[in-house]
Structures are given as structure tokens and as C-alpha cells.
């Protein structure tokens, strides 16, 4: 299984940008997917995570600024991250809950003016 995240970039703070994450096979049988970030110096963290059901879970620094989504259809799974702050800076990666696939490359997350 590969895992493709992409959107990545630079951005200011108070910004937005929308990762998405693709799967080279079928997440619809995956109960829960989310979004992983990886910073400097830092353990790798889930900050979000979506159930099949659509229920969702967010750790406390990104509650009320980032969004994830997913499309079984199209065997992705999203992530809206708006008002983003440096600490936001970070590898985002996405994976099973808990994470089963291989990592992938990530999509490099930079906030900085």
C-alpha cells in the first residue's frame, strides 16, 4: 500500500492550505484514517481522524482550525488547515488510526512570514 500526500507549501501565518492523501488501495474497509505531523525535534503526533461513519477527532492545538474529510470513492482523505500558526510547521503524513501502511514521503507544512 502507498500512501500519496500532496499540497503542501509555504505559507504566512494566518493562512490556509488543504492536504490531501491519496491510497493506492481501498480505504473504505480502514475504520479510521487521519493525519499525522512530524516537526523538528518533535515525535510524530495525530492531529485528526475520521471514522467511516464520519465521526472526527482533533488533538487541542488544531480544535476549531483544521478540518479532515475523506472520499472512500476516491480512496482519500483530506485535511483544511486555516489560521495556521508556525507551530504548525511540520511533515503532515497520513495513515491508518492506528497506523498499519507504510509512511510515505509526507507533504512538508511551512508557516513563517
Known amino acids: 500500500v502507498q500512501l500519496q500526500a500532496s499540497g503542501g507549501g509555504l505559507v504566512q501565518p494566518g493562512g490556509s492550505l488543504r492536504l490531501s492523501c491519496t491510497s493506492s488501495?481501498?480505504?473504505?474497509?480502514?475504520?479510521?484514517m487521519a493525519w499525522y505531523r512530524h516537526g523538528a525535534g518533535m515525535p510524530r503526533q495525530m492531529v485528526a481522524a475520521?471514522?467511516?461513519?464520519?465521526?472526527?477527532s482533533y488533538i487541542d492545538a488544531v480544535k476549531g482550525r483544521f478540518s479532515i474529510s475523506r472520499d472512500n470513492a476516491k480512496n482519500s482523505v483530506y485535511l483544511q488547515m486555516n489560521t495556521l500558526k508556525p507551530d504548525d510547521t511540520a511533515v503532515y503524513y497520513c495513515?491508518?488510526?492506528?497506523?498499519?501502511?507504510?509512511w510515505g514521503q509526507g507533504t512538508q507544512v511551512t508557516v513563517s512570514s
Open positions: 495513515n491508518g488510526l492506528p497506523p498499519t501502511m507504510d
Open positions: 488501495t481501498s480505504i473504505s474497509s480502514i475504520n479510521a
Open positions: 475520521i471514522s467511516t461513519n464520519g465521526g472526527t
